[in-house]
């Protein structure tokens, strides 16, 4: 077993952590635009129902 260097391990830990952050956010601004999305959508039909 190679033993493994604290600085490799620091790095691959925040690259982790950081892809997990990355990709909450992406999530949550998807889930944003997505509501918006859905917002304007129900508005467009309500015009095209009048």
């Not at 077993?1 to 909450?24: A, D, G, H, K």
């Amino acid at each position: 077993m190679p033993q493994m260097s604290p600085m490799w391990w620091m790095t691959l830990m925040f690259m982790f952590n950081s892809m997990i952050v990355l990709s909450i956010t992406m999530t949550y601004f998807n889930y944003k635009t997505s509501l918006k999305l859905l917002s304007s959508t129900k508005k467009i039909s309500l015009i095209w129902k009048w």
